[in-house]
């Protein structure tokens, strides 16, 4: 496989995209190319979260011993004052060579100037197609994905075997158990008591034909709301119905949510595998479904995609590229990450490597049927209005259409 690198200066580019391609896929690197790196700068600076240290420490190990060339791993979240640092600190040469991070920081970052584009080729046919439509942004991609997660029903199997085809099947079957004693919720969805929480009743929203923007015809985000409407305010409809049959509470806070799961309280949950830990470590047994279709339509959950991002600006460009896409790419990389962060990997073929683990690797697969977080800045925008609107209509503060349609008019002005 041909290795490319991608530089700021056309001469660099063109030399190290010699040299990388002389690289045989998976056997390290030749004398020539190990030297060339070696004398090309360092060391290579990667800001990571906590959890994925242990496994970004194995290859980076490795790159040093292949090249030379050290990779020094600094502790960041990806929270929003680190990403207010990499604004301030990379147009000055300072910040990391590579930044991990969610996706949806991806549009603020580009808009910015503060990412290099990367070539993965072929590469990229190797990875989730979901999972690189997010590192994706006006047709260039920006990152190599790692992990990816998103929201699906998991069945308590100990209270109910029954594989709803609605979610009014579904809520049909959690409401028999309530009725009969054998559980208080008919189903567990999360919430924000002050903030509502749009992204776990997405896919239900999503099922109405209502997704948060228009896409284009490649699967990019336009800044056009298109949440909106007829479908909009029927899902707002169906909303305030759940709200009234006490299906869905604003005080069920996702830390009762998932106590009220564990405790045989209710029989299905609407989560993602940041919760998988905790319910195996209950030894439940669980059973993975996509969130079935509440107004006729698939339901879309978003999905989140972690990936690891190049600094436009980086003094080491040429083997922070190299390990960003010859290092980070491979099997064993993704696996040493994946067994580090715990989230379901981005990797075809590290999905098949863990099917020893089959929650995960379900979350992995449905993530295909998932739409990515809009990476778009003018997402930022919506969160506030549309949790809040939502809350309101599950409390009955008013008449669904028009708590809906003055949340739209609040969004676009």
Request: aromatic residues 8%; hydrophobic residues 40%.
């Amino acid at each position: 496989m041909n290795r490319r690198t991608r530089l700021t200066t056309g001469a660099a580019a063109a030399l190290a995209t010699t040299l990388l391609a002389s690289c045989a896929s998976g056997e390290g690197q030749g004398e020539a190319v190990q030297q060339f790196l070696g004398q090309s700068g360092g060391p290579i600076t990667i800001w990571a979260g906590e959890e994925a240290i242990a496994g970004l420490t194995e290859i980076a190990n490795e790159y040093e011993a292949d090249t030379g060339v050290p990779v020094r791993i600094v502790q960041r979240d990806a929270s929003p004052q680190t990403m207010s640092e990499f604004i301030t600190q990379s147009p000055m040469g300072q910040g990391p060579d590579l930044l991990m991070s969610p996706h949806d920081n991806l549009g603020q970052l580009v808009a910015n100037g503060l990412l290099m584009p990367i070539e993965l080729g072929d590469q990229g046919e190797d990875f989730l197609d979901v999972a690189m439509q997010a590192v994706t942004y006006e047709g260039a991609v920006y990152g190599v994905p790692f992990a990816v997660e998103n929201v699906a029903v998991l069945r308590n199997n100990e209270l109910t075997t029954h594989t709803p085809e609605t979610f009014d099947d579904l809520i049909a079957d959690g409401q028999a158990l309530v009725e009969a004693g054998q559980a208080d919720f008919p189903i567990s969805i999360p919430q924000d008591p002050s903030l509502g929480d749009p992204y776990h009743l997405y896919p239900l929203q999503t099922s109405f034909g209502a997704p948060v923007f228009g896409m284009d015809d490649d699967g990019s985000y336009t800044t056009e709301l298109a949440m909106g409407g007829e479908s909009g305010e029927a899902f707002a409809e169906y909303l305030a119905g759940l709200g009234a049959a006490g299906v869905l509470k604003t005080s069920l806070t996702p830390d009762i949510g998932k106590d009220a799961f564990v405790s045989g309280r209710a029989p299905y949950i609407i989560s993602g595998p940041w919760n998988l830990n905790d319910f195996e470590a209950a030894d439940m047994d669980l059973t993975l479904m996509p969130v079935p279709t509440a107004g006729g339509q698939t339901a879309q959950p978003f999905v989140g995609v972690q990936a690891v991002f190049m600094n436009a600006n980086s003094g080491n460009a040429l083997p922070a590229n190299d390990f960003l896409v010859n290092y980070l790419t491979r099997l064993d990389t993704q696996l040493a990450i994946f067994e580090s962060v715990g989230r379901p990997p981005a990797l075809n073929d590290a999905i098949d490597a863990i099917a020893d683990r089959p929650l995960l690797s379900a979350y992995a697969e449905l993530a295909e049927a998932g739409a990515p977080m809009p990476a778009i800045p003018e997402m930022r925008s919506v969160w506030t209005f549309w949790g809040t609107t939502q809350n309101g209509i599950v409390e009955g503060q008013g008449e669904p259409a028009l708590l809906w349609r003055r949340m739209i008019a609040n969004i676009e002005n």
